[in-house]
């Protein structure tokens, strides 16, 4: 069945903390309070110790802040660690702030599941308490060869306020394949991926409650997007079901997700996608044509559709023409 076009609620089904620009701790300072610029910023608890802000389906806007992807909270006794800082220094403050009202426990991590604007725009505020921000071996890489253009671009997009103080900064703990924080009564297994929707992807794994932090490897009612290989995405989905979660906090759409039935409308897409780009490639179907068409049937499942399938298409298109 078609699903709204637009899903407007920040959290939806799930126990929240909302925080205002007025309950900012004192140590943020005056630039921070200043910086919220009013944002009602809400944390959910998704298991015991493990929370999630769930962002809006809608593209990266002044109106929005830029919240438009989902953001995640692990509180060992320790230490607490965060799952991405969101599109905005307003949304990351907002997030510090909603951190000081379910624990007095130090951000000692800060990990980026990849490089796009929407989960790295708030490191700087991160950086500035001091955590050490955690990322894929490639993400130093990508973000030095896309900050800029990220920068250009999204002033355009996001307006001179919203992209005032951001900076482009890289992780300084990078993850090869396999890496273990240690929060304090809870460890966090973090895994780096091979090229799937960038090349710069990692999950978050806490096995304490067996909740799966996915990043943008999975998307759920939003379109996936693609910047990084179709076949690569597709080849790694049963690895990534074989993740012993019982639920997922998606890089966007519902939170939580059980799992791995998360993954079902993903693949669907995908396998259409391949399916009707690999036809148009067999039929000789130019790729001016082609992007128009393939992946059509899935339109009504997924808000953003008419935003992403062409580039989607597009990406799959100069991959697929050369197996």
């Known amino acids: ?91 990351a403050n907002a997030l510090i702030a909603a951190i000081s009202e379910i624990s007095a426990r130090p951000v000692r ?7 796009h604007p929407d989960h790295v725009f708030g490191n700087a505020a991160f950086r500035q308490i001091g955590a050490t921000i955690v990322g894929h071996r490639n993400l130093p890489r990508a973000l030095e060869a896309r900050g800029a253009y990220y920068l250009q671009n999204f002033r355009q997009q996001i307006g001179d306020a919203l992209i005032e103080g951001i900076e482009i900064i890289p992780p300084t703990m990078l993850v090869d394949d396999r890496l273990q924080l240690d929060l304090g009564g809870r460890v966090l297994e973090l895994q780096a991926w091979k090229a799937a929707h960038t090349d710069n992807d990692l999950t978050v794994f806490d096995s304490a409650t067996r909740t799966l932090f996915a990043g943008d490897l999975v998307f759920i009612g939003s379109l996936p997007t693609l910047d990084g290989s179709l076949l690569g995405w597709l080849r790694q989905m049963d690895a990534l079901a074989a993740i012993g979660a019982v639920r997922a906090v998606p890089g966007h759409g519902p939170v939580p997700a059980d799992w791995p039935a998360a993954l079902m409308a993903e693949r669907r897409y995908f396998e259409i996608l391949a399916r009707d780009i690999r036809k148009a490639i067999a039929d000789g179907v130019p790729l001016r044509d082609a992007v128009k068409t393939a992946g059509a049937s899935e339109r009504d499942n997924w808000h953003l559709f008419d935003d992403y399938n062409e580039r989607n298409a597009t990406a799959a298109f100069a991959e697929l023409e050369w197996e």
Do not use: W
């Open 109 to 115: 991590y800060l990990i980026n599941t990849h490089m």
């Open 1 to 91: 069945m078609p699903i709204d076009r637009i899903r407007r609620k920040l959290v939806n089904g799930f126990a929240c903390t909302a925080v205002s620009a007025a309950m900012l701790p004192c140590c943020l300072g005056r630039a921070a309070l200043a910086a919220t610029n009013g944002l009602e910023f809400k944390l959910g608890k998704v298991a015991d110790g493990v929370f999630a802000f769930q962002g809006v389906d809608e593209l990266m806007s002044a109106a929005n802040h830029g919240a438009i992807s989902n953001l995640g909270v692990v509180v060992g006794t320790d230490a607490v660690a965060v799952i991405d800082s969101g599109g905005s220094l307003i949304e």
